[in-house]
C-alpha cells in the first residue's frame, strides 16, 4: 500500500512539473 500511495505521488508530482514546463515553455 505505501509503494502505490508513494507511485501515485510521484505520478501527481511529475504531472505537475510537466504541465508547468509546458506553460512556460509556450511563452
Do not use: C, H, K, P
Not at 500511495?5 to 509556450?26: C, K, N, Q, Y
Request: glycine share 4%.
Amino acid at each position: 500500500m505505501e509503494n502505490w500511495s508513494l507511485a501515485m505521488d510521484f505520478v501527481i508530482l511529475w504531472r505537475t512539473v510537466f504541465a508547468v514546463l509546458r506553460r512556460e515553455g509556450a511563452y
